[in-house]
């Protein structure tokens, strides 16, 4: 990329994300060069090999200064000041990659987090002020994260979870995470509530919504063929009878109020399928009369039943 010639240059191993972290790590492309000197010792060495990620962290704010204090006096949209801009983005590229590695167990492509996370770069950098006196890395890393948990939160999921519980599942998560270092084990719903302050309710729904990222087809073959049966096949389906459970319920409480002889013409007649000329065999009485008796039986299941009235 092109810069100004009046710029210090950036090294291939430019660690402004391990002077952001504090720890003094750098990427593969750090190492000092030469062996150790001859005679040496082991303590030497060492400090040697300590002393270059401090080095490189001091060129990498020296560097990011005096961009910002070039930027500062360009106008903006002009090349000059895109040309610097750009020099700015690059140069803290290695920030961006170290917030984006803390999001590896999200099984999101690493390139995607990483251009999340720069387009949170280019808004820090349009709106840092170097006068106030705050480290570069310091003003960028809370926009960076920021930019990459929105990215989680809105696009990522699939199935849409409420604010309030997104931001619960974070400090739920980084609990989590404490209580296991603490107990050496995975820690209770109870623990992580206490903890929080929270309800156990409000932890489990938590840990639901931290499970929303990815979608399982219930089609999906299993792994294993002796293994379970797979989702499709543990799902129930909707009964046709269920429809009549009520209605046979509602029934039997509405009979119980007839006569005995009205309830077995009634049965006779709707559960045994017999015509009246067949009833008025069985029962011996003629059809004319169990006409009748449906009729007043029919009345007064109507005026029994709650539903109707």
């Known amino acids: ?46 400090g040697r090999a300590g002393a270059a990620p401090r080095s490189r962290s001091a060129a990498a704010r020296a560097l990011t200064q005096a961009l910002f204090d070039e930027l500062s006096g360009l106008e903006a949209g002009s090349a000059a000041h895109n040309r610097v801009r750009d020099a700015l983005i690059e140069a803290n590229l290695p920030l961006v990659r170290y917030v984006a590695a803390r999001f590896r167990s999200r099984n999101e492509p690493m390139e995607d987090v990483v ?63 404490d209580l296991t270092v603490l107990h050496g084990r995975s820690p209770t719903t109870a623990e992580i509530a206490e903890r929080l302050r929270l309800s156990e309710e409000d932890v489990l729904a938590c840990i639901e919504a931290g499970r929303s990222y990815r979608a399982t087809s219930l089609e999906a073959a299993q792994e294993r063929e002796d293994g379970p049966p797979g989702l499709l096949d543990r799902l129930g389906y909707e009964d046709p009878e269920l429809d009549g459970v009520e209605h046979r319920d509602l029934v039997r409480h509405l009979l119980v109020q007839l006569p005995e002889r009205e309830q077995r013409i009634l049965l006779l007649r709707y559960y045994r399928n017999l015509t009246q000329s067949q009833i008025s065999a069985e029962l011996g009485v003629s059809q004319m009369h169990v006409s009748r008796l449906l009729s007043r039986s029919f009345a007064r299941l109507r005026a029994a039943n709650r539903i109707d009235a």
């Open 115 to 177: 251009q999340v996370g720069t387009i949170g770069l280019i808004n820090a950098i349009d709106r840092f002020d170097p006068e106030r006196g705050v480290q570069f890395p310091t003003f960028a890393m809370p926009t960076i994260v920021g930019e990459i948990r929105r990215y989680f939160r809105d696009n990522v999921r699939t199935v849409h979870v409420p604010r309030r519980l997104h931001e619960m599942w974070v400090q739920v998560s980084a609990a989590t995470e």
């Open 1 to 46: 990329m092109d810069r100004s010639p009046t710029l210090p240059q950036a090294s291939p191993g430019h660690p402004v994300a391990a002077d952001a972290a504090g720890t003094g790590a750098a990427d593969a492309g750090g190492a000092p060069s030469g062996p150790a000197g001859t005679g040496g010792t082991a303590a030497g060495t060492t």
